[in-house]
């Protein structure tokens, strides 16, 4: 038979979180005094994130491992129970 195709996104908190530990802090720091927080939409399913400076400093200082290393953010998601 025919496979149907089914929208299905993949978007997380935690991909998004990924993305601001790749960018230089300096950006970082400029957005969040520029617009007050960091907001992303996902370009497939349209679901927009936000988080506040408080957010982005927990995140950030609570993350593992070289964010630019799949098999390293891999192994971070597994031991927050994530994926």
Request: charge should be negative.
């Amino acid at each position: 038979g025919q496979l149907e195709p089914k929208p299905s996104c993949e978007c997380s908190e935690e991909k998004l979180n990924r993305s601001l530990r790749l960018l230089p802090r300096e950006e970082v720091d400029t957005i969040l005094r520029e617009e007050g927080c960091v907001e992303a939409r996902c370009e497939f399913c349209g679901k927009v994130y936000r988080m506040g400076p408080d957010e982005v400093e927990k995140q950030i200082f609570a993350a593992k491992g070289d964010a630019s290393n799949d098999e390293e953010w891999k192994k971070e998601m597994k031991e927050k129970g994530e994926n």
